[in-house]
């Protein structure tokens, strides 16, 4: 074979593994794009941690949205936004064991409040949890939309993503619900909780304060680098 054939048959080899190249390159792209999508929001037909909340929440009390004794002497409260990647955070390593330590016992009773932050679907799910609080799911609804949350920018906030969570989460009259997540009352109180919250000077989610006989009114506090000592302490320190 002449030097020629043989120059011609290198840059030919060349030319073969560069578009192999290539094409590996556009189907990892391909690949990261579809995983993306993917994951970019709640899956309304795979809602997942159902059993796990609702047993952790069984039998302990539920006002609206408030959980725990109604006669306990503290109230804990978390300002929270469900579509938060840090409140979901929170809702599986933090509040549970303040449940476990505080509620159950209780110690105190905890309210969830929204405080709407993220984006035009926060309101929504916030009144679609007040909704499930009307049935005395209200908790059950926060936790497992948590657990199942989508990526933050997604809009996978979908009636049909809600409806799943409601569903999963024990709540018997999902037409009543249906109502009363689009009633003046639910919305009307997303956006009271919401200026509460601003009016306390909170700039995040999750945020706490706590009242209780030693405290003057709803008091803020921090609970971010140890926080379920922080928010452990709090309540002792509202007795």
Do not use: H
Not at 25 to 30: D, G, L, N, P, R
Not at 49 to 64: F, K, S
Request: charged share 25%; proline share 4%.
């Amino acid at each position: 074979m002449s030097a020629g054939a043989d120059d011609r048959r290198r840059q030919n080899l060349l030319k073969i593994a560069s578009a192999a190249v290539f094409l590996a390159v556009i189907a990892v792209a391909v690949l990261i794009v579809v995983s993306a999508s993917e994951n970019d929001g709640g899956d309304a037909e795979s809602i997942e941690g159902a059993g796990e909340v609702n047993r952790r929440l069984g039998g302990i009390p539920q006002d609206g949205m408030v959980l725990g004794d109604p006669s306990a002497r503290v109230k804990l409260v978390e300002f929270g936004d469900l579509k938060c990647p840090v409140c979901a955070s929170y809702a599986e390593e933090v509040i549970p064991a303040v449940i476990d330590s505080q509620v159950r016992t209780g110690r105190a009773r905890i309210e969830f409040r929204n405080y709407t932050i993220i984006d035009e679907q926060s309101g929504p799910a916030g009144a679609a949890a007040i909704a499930a609080g009307e049935q005395g799911r209200g908790w059950n609804f926060v936790e497992i939309f948590y657990r199942n949350q989508g990526n933050e920018a997604a809009a996978y906030v979908t009636d049909e993503f809600l409806t799943a969570v409601a569903d999963a989460a024990g709540v018997k009259d999902i037409a009543r619900w249906q109502r009363d997540r689009q009633s003046p009352k639910a919305t009307d109180a997303v956006a009271s909780s919401t200026a509460a919250a601003e009016e306390l000077g909170f700039t995040g989610t999750p945020s706490f304060a706590v009242e209780g006989p030693a405290t003057d009114g709803l008091e803020p506090f921090e609970a971010y680098e140890s926080p379920v000592e922080q928010l452990e302490e709090a309540i002792a320190g509202a007795k």
